[in-house]
């Protein structure tokens, strides 16, 4: 609702508000927007410099209580552009004019409505709130608040940091108000989160002799308020995954650690255990060590399987509102459970097997997949990732409980967030030994993988083309041609020039896996050769680096081992004299791949060996050869030997 306030606010409205304002403040609340719209012409008198700033501070009162009314009340206050008229307030020199404003511009930017830009249009305003830090306990608490809710992402942490915010926040953590201590770990826990600058800097800070880490750990101490010890948990994960402190550091694995595990206990509220759950999966996610000891600490695994039996009896509550907030914390709940599996499962073959063996387990993962709930699903799938990194589930549990027909089915038309996680757990359920391979690709899985491919999204390329290169290992023929076909010649040679190294070598580990075998080599080759070489060509003259260019020699060693297909080469000088470059390149690995080419290329049981051999010779290959057999690498050295003996035979 846009508003324009041109009119004084007529006398009985003021006297409302200055005389008995409760009649008033409960009609703030009125869902009609008509009579909200009394409550906002009180900015009009906010910003008179006419008005007394008794007046004026309590019109900022009056607004703050509007505000904390319902979503609808914030958006009219914010048409009627009620923060920069507040902003304007903070440059009273009357402190308690400035806390009403700052107390409401708190109410203002901590509801869901707000854009958090908004606080950072005008750089002098941070400044300006960073200096009244100072004034007073309130001014503390509230602009600490109103920082915490508004730093979301990189660029605000970077503009909060560069105002200083490190220096003039961190001697309010030993302010005697437990309000403003908690504010100001609050902002803590936001500035350092995934921010390697912030984190590094929180490390060396000290105050009154102490330095900030040290005084997160004591406020982690059982006799702190539960809030207090689960926001500095917070922080300390969050300097620990930057780098700023090592994973073996006592305050993380004696302190931090336990203090998240406790917090997941049955005896702890709803909320106190999602939050506590999620940062332990965040804290352990990448270290195996941390996974180990979460792993035995007070019976983790088990605990966080009664995550998923609340609330015990959905069905017997009457109230709707009740059972809106009670499958909120259900959809809570299982998410977090979900996550802190698949952290703990990430590395560890034996952890995989508890987790697995706890109740239910398998179902409540395929159950978790068709979740109404985006987050929950999503979560669900990342631990189906985490386990599916295990040969011994994939065979067995995956198998027994048809895992990847829940998984398909989560495939198609889900948002990219958890399409790149479920794609990269079908990667793992298309490897060799899984039993899961063979209906996945009776499901019209390579059509679907192939449009994975052309996604915009880096990710779901990389995992498109991962799993055809997973498929594609030892598969018969008519799988190799429907890949290819899938794919086409003009989406293989878009792969081949991504700018991405990672969409490269998996698009030259499929190559491989598909060029294996003689007969499928000559028949690939014979339909789709002429592009293949090309593609090889210019690999091999690009500016790619030594990984990239092994693999395309390794393609090219394994058309050589084709019976038909190795005239391609033979019959085309400018790749003869790149393998011949490549034999005498300074990188071992680049001549030991050459090698195998030659060597394919040379062995004389085969039909025409004598003349690929004369020519080979005629090139300089042999005198190569000899060389190289002086080699002080013994892969080089035997290799070599083992070709020149293919002259002598």
Known sequence: MACVLEAPLRMSVLSEVTASSRHYVDRLFDLDPQKV????????????????????????????????????????????????????????????????????????????????????????????????????????????????????????????????????????????????????????????????????????????????????????????????QLTSAKCLTSMCRAGAIRTDDPCIVLKTLP??????????????????AETLAYLIETDVELQRMASISDHLIVMLADYFKYPSSVSA????????????????????????????????????????????????????????????????????????????????SFQDHAVWKPLMKVLQNAPNEILVVASSTLCNLLLEFSPSKEPILESGAIELLCSLTQSENLALRVNGIWALMNMAFQAEQKIKSDILRGLSTEQLFQLLSDSDVNVLMKTLGLLRNLLSTRPHIDHIMSTHGKQIMQAVTLILEGEHNIEVKEQTLCILANIADGTTAKELIMTNDDILQKIKYYMSHSNAKLQLAAMFCISNLIWNEEEGSQERQDKLRDMGVVDILHKLSQSSDPNLCDKAKTALQQYLA
């Open 37 to 228: 719209l009394q409550g906002v012409m009180l900015l009009y008198l906010l910003q008179q410099e006419t008005s007394s700033t008794e007046l004026r501070t309590e019109c900022a009162v009056v607004l703050g209580s509007l505000a904390m009314g319902t979503e609808n009340n914030v958006k009219s206050l914010l048409d009627c552009h009620i923060i920069p008229a507040l902003l304007q307030g903070l440059l009273s020199p009357d402190l308690k004019f400035i806390e009403a404003c700052l107390r409401c511009l708190r109410t203002i930017f901590i509801s869901p409505v707000t854009p958090e830009d908004l606080l950072y249009t005008d750089a002098t305003v941070i400044s300006h709130l960073m200096a009244l830090l100072s004034r007073s306990r309130y001014t503390q608490e509230y602009i600490c608040q109103i920082f915490s809710h508004c730093c979301k992402g990189p660029d605000h942490q970077t503009i909060l940091f560069n105002h200083g915010a490190v220096q003039n926040i961190a001697h309010l953590l030993v302010s005697t108000s437990y309000k403003v201590r908690m504010q100001a770990l609050k902002c803590f826990s936001v500035l350092a989160f995934e921010n390697p600058q912030v984190s590094m800097t929180l490390v060396n800070v000290s105050v009154d002799g102490e330095l900030l880490p040290q005084i997160f750990v004591k406020m982690l101490q059982r006799d702190k308020p539960i809030e207090m």
């Open 259 to 276: 203090c998240l595990v406790r917090m997941c206990s049955k005896d702890r509220l709803l909320e106190e255990r999602v939050e506590g």
């Open 317 to 396: 509550i009457a109230d709707i509102k009740r059972l809106d907030h009670d499958l909120k914390h259900a959809h809570e709940l299982r998410q977090a459970a979900f996550k802190l599996y698949a952290s703990l499962g990430a590395n560890d073959e034996d952890i995989r097997k508890k987790i697995i063996e706890t109740e239910n387990m398998m179902d409540r993962i395929v159950n978790g997949l068709s979740e109404s709930s985006i987050k929950v699903r999503l979560a669900a799938v990342r631990c189906l990732h985490s386990l599916s990194r295990s040969v011994q589930q994939l065979r067995t």
